[in-house]
């Protein structure tokens, strides 16, 4: 993880609405599991999955860039694997405003889309799943 604690856990305080890319409708899905478990923590759930129209009881988008035209994301959480995880993470960086920070969930690795990010100056987090860290900043009483 290349985000400190302490700012991780300012960002996660800040953030309101999470866009979370590949999320399935299927419930044993860690991305549908991982969506409800935010959701349950208070924060709005953006889908960003094109072959559904609404998952867990938010509309879906079809990318990143229709679900900023409705809303400023704040943070994006990503499921998809790590070829692709590239051209998703350019895409945020290319929203208007930045994201606070771009998440890349257990597995998903791409150093370059670090480096992307790192030179738009957005935090970043990769090969970790944000429900876990929540929990144990939560466990911490540090949300």
């Avoid at 990143?64 to 409705?70: E, P, Y």
């Avoid at 969930?105 to 670090?114: E, H, K, P, T």
């Amino acid at each position: 993880m290349t985000v400190p604690p302490e700012e991780l856990r300012a960002l996660l305080e800040r953030a309101r609405t999470i866009a979370v890319v590949g999320l399935s409708p299927k419930p044993s899905r860690p991305s549908n599991s991982v969506a409800r478990y935010l959701q349950q923590a208070g924060y709005r759930i953006v889908p960003v999955n094109p072959g559904h129209e609404t998952i867990l009881g938010e509309r879906s988008y079809p990318t990143l860039a229709a679900a900023a035209q409705d809303q400023t994301i704040d943070m994006v959480d990503v499921f998809r694997r790590s070829e692709l995880a590239g051209a998703v993470v350019d895409e945020a960086l290319a929203l208007r405003p930045l994201p606070q920070l771009i998440w890349l969930q257990l597995g998903v690795i791409d150093d370059a889309a670090q480096s992307r990010a790192a030179g738009a100056g957005v935090p970043f987090v990769m090969d970790r799943c944000l429900a876990i860290e929540h929990r144990h900043l939560e466990r911490e009483g540090e949300l």
